[in-house]
């Protein structure tokens, strides 16, 4: 029941977008993940639905 962005947020937090395995989040591993991943299902249905764009003046960690 998720917008693309939101399901791939939401999976991100959850650890998968912890790219370099410190156990931190931080705003460009989610940001790279979530574009990531919609690119992938994006292109295999044809078309860009959502094109998430990162605001350089937001800046955060997340710790799992």
Known sequence: GHSLYT??????????????GDGQI???????????EIGVISQSAGSYFQTPVLDPSVDFIIWK
């Open 7 to 20: 399901y791939f947020l939401l999976e991100g937090l959850e650890g998968a977008a912890d790219a370099n």
């Open 26 to 36: 931080g705003t460009r591993e989610i940001h790279e993940y979530v574009y990531r």
